[in-house]
């Protein structure tokens, strides 16, 4: 059974800085994995996904990347922007006749103007 | 072009009534995805619907809960006689197709407080 678990739970950095959120799953067997953002009484935006054959994935200021040896992912925001503030999720899909996505219990992160 | 439709956003019962959650998935989609998200918790997989058709229920609760996707109109999440344990944030995402992990768009939630 997938689990995926996030560290930290919070994290509160000043504005600029650059800050990486970590991901890790138990079963390395994943069809891709995904990264989402979800602001407070709102649903949940899709920021990057991986697939199981690519390493990296880049949109803006923000750069997932996966390494499925390790069961680890990493999510990279540079400069950030008091505009991040959001908790992040990350959801890893196994495929291989499921339908669910595995989610982690996300990061809160607070961007300090 | 309107996203995932949640009603209502909230939601209070007393013990024991029942909750009808509705989903409108997006313009031209026929798949449907409940997550349930407890407090200080992931989101977890609850059921997958396509039209009239339940594909997977793995992570439904055995009683109480159901959820149909009829040919017309919502999907609704029915939970009967609702306990404390069922207050949560309810999210609904829909796909044009069998998603394979992608292809997802999130309603905005309904958050149920079981009073």
């Known amino acids: 059974k997938q689990e995926v678990t996030q560290i930290p739970a919070a994290l509160s950095v000043p504005e600029g800085e650059n800050l990486v959120l970590n991901c890790s799953f138990t079963d390395s067997a994943i069809y891709n994995l995904q990264w989402f953002r979800q602001d407070p009484g709102k649903g949940l935006t899709s920021l990057l996904l991986i697939q199981s054959s690519q390493r990296e994935q880049t949109s803006g200021r923000l750069n997932a990347s996966l390494d499925k040896s390790s069961g680890r992912s990493t999510l990279y925001i540079a400069a950030s922007q008091p505009g991040d503030s959001a908790t992040y999720l990350c959801?890893?899909?196994?495929?291989?006749?499921?339908?669910?996505?595995?989610f982690g219990k996300g990061t809160k992160l607070s961007v300090i103007p | 072009n309107a996203g995932v439709m949640q009603n209502p956003r909230h939601l209070v019962r007393r013990r024991g009534q029942e909750a009808r959650l509705r989903c409108s998935p997006m313009k031209g989609h026929s798949h449907v995805y409940w997550y349930r998200q407890l407090p200080e918790e992931g989101l977890k997989f609850m059921v997958y619907?396509?039209?009239?058709?339940?594909?997977?229920e793995s992570g439904m609760p055995k009683e109480r809960f159901s959820a149909e996707f009829p040919k017309e109109g919502p999907s609704i999440l029915r939970i009967q006689q609702v306990v404390r344990g069922d207050s949560a944030a309810y999210f609904c995402?829909?796909?044009?197709?069998?998603?394979?992990?992608?292809?997802?768009?999130f309603g905005s939630g309904t958050r149920l407080t079981v009073v």
């Open positions: 995402a829909s796909s044009a197709r069998a998603s394979r992990g992608d292809g997802y768009t």
């Open positions: 619907l396509q039209k009239e058709n339940i594909i997977d």
């Open positions: 959801a890893a899909y196994s495929g291989a006749g499921s339908y669910q996505l595995t």
